[in-house]
């Protein structure tokens, strides 16, 4: 809860801070690859950098976190919290990292806004934002690191690849077993696990790829995606697994962190995907299937055509064996492999809904926004609706 002195300086100077955000987190990035160039070799995805989307996410949830503190004052905002928690604890962030970015992110503030802007009562207000955020994910990450039995923030192993799979032509799975014979961790299905992949240039980069099979298997699987045009850095740690990942080969992996989780109990699951979002519905049907087969479950995948839609033969399989279930399938282009499937877009109208059911989204952007309006109009509850972007959330403070 932001102090009654904090409260009307945040306030007051929100719309002008808002306003400039993009252009602070800018600096913010800059300066800090400045002094550390180490972060964006090894921590930072670049790609995220070139691009511009991990400005805006970190934009988003700052612009989220204070609105939130100004409109719910008594609500700490968890969610919002969890999320980016999972996301910093599959990267091995550590507590005194938060001082370097307060630093920096201050500097590029003051910069940015001016001393005329910043006064001294103003840099307070915002001081204390960012440490009630800073120390809310710290709480959060040290308790997901001692879940995952890391020690100290280190949560990488090696695992060996026992088999690799082409899905589609640009799809591949991989098999992985721990490399020194220890029991794997525990996870919940939905979660991913980060790959530190080692590149030509020295650099280090990291991803986060869905566990796509079900908690309790001697193995994890993991379904990697080649993203853009070789050479990219949006797609240079999904070409290096497609070049070098053969049976035999080690990866460096994280435990699996991850808040789009699957919970016990009896209500009625809509599980609806796009693309390579397919992933983590995997696991979660796959654990389904040998747990809870008489749930009652709604499949939704879309897709361009049958043939770019991975694991399209293991998701009709795992259907089945869930008495309850339906598969709903919508393709840009359908062909005559899949009668059933519908052409186009996704059309929430033309699902069959029952009452109470919790809704898990994972895909693009446009199919999650899509699919959440459509369902809010339906009548779901929006805490009944949860999601996972893969890359930043850029839905941060847009909804």
């Known amino acids: 809860m932001l102090s009654p ?20 987190t800018d600096l913010f990035y800059r300066r800090l690859f400045e ?33 939130m503190l100004l409109e719910r004052p008594d609500d700490r905002p968890d969610q919002l919290l969890l999320r980016i928690a ?15 970015v307060h630093r920096h992110l201050f500097a590029a503030i003051a910069e940015v806004l001016g001393e005329d802007t910043v006064t001294p009562e103003v840099a307070a207000a915002w001081d204390e934002v960012y440490w009630l955020m800073a120390n809310a994910l710290i709480a959060v990450e040290a308790r997901l690191y001692r879940e995952a039995g890391a020690t100290g923030t280190d949560t990488w192993r090696r695992m060996v690849i026992v088999e690799r799979r082409t899905e589609t032509p640009d799809t591949v799975s991989l098999t992985l077993r721990p490399a020194d014979g220890r029991p794997l961790t525990a996870f919940r299905p ?8 080692p590149l030509p240039d020295g650099a280090r980069q990291i991803r986060q790829y869905s ?8 193995q994890w ?26 049976p035999g080969v080690v990866l460096t992996v994280s435990a699996p962190f991850g808040d789009l989780v699957l919970p016990p109990g009896d209500e009625p699951l809509l599980l609806a995907s796009a693309g390579i979002g397919c992933t983590p519905m995997l696991s979660m049907l796959d654990h389904l299937a040998r747990t809870e087969p008489s749930r009652r479950v709604t499949v939704v995948h879309a897709d361009r055509t049958p043939a770019t839609h991975a694991h399209r033969e293991e998701l009709h399989a795992l259907v089945a064996r869930l008495p309850r279930a339906t598969l709903r399938l919508w393709y840009e282009d359908p062909g005559d492999v899949e009668p059933e499937a519908l052409p186009g877009r996704v059309d929430v ?46 839905w941060l403070g847009q909804k």
């Open 349 to 394: 109208s033309a699902l069959d809904l029952p009452d109470g059911v919790t809704a898990y989204l994972c895909g693009p952007l446009p199919f999650l926004r899509a699919v959440r309006d459509d369902l809010l109009h339906r009548g779901v509850p929006a805490r009944s609706i949860h999601y996972e972007v893969f890359g930043p959330d850029l």
């Open 221 to 246: 699987r993991i379904t990697v995606k080649r993203v853009a045009a070789d050479g990219t850095p949006d797609g240079e740690v999904s070409h290096w697994l497609h070049a070098h990942a053969r």
């Open 86 to 100: 999972h996301k910093h604890a599959s990267l091995g962030i550590a507590p005194d990292q938060y001082r370097l």
């Open 211 to 218: 566990l796509s099979g079900a908690p309790g298997r001697p």
């Open 5 to 24: 002195r904090s409260a009307p300086v945040v306030r007051a100077t929100l719309p002008v801070v808002g306003a400039a955000i993009e252009q602070i």
């Open 35 to 67: 002094e550390c160039p180490e972060l964006l070799r090894d921590l930072f995805n670049r790609g995220n950098q070139a691009n511009g989307s991990q400005q805006q996410a970190l934009a988003g949830s700052i612009a989220a976190f204070a609105g």
């Open 190 to 197: 939905g979660q991913y696990l980060s790959v530190r992949a």
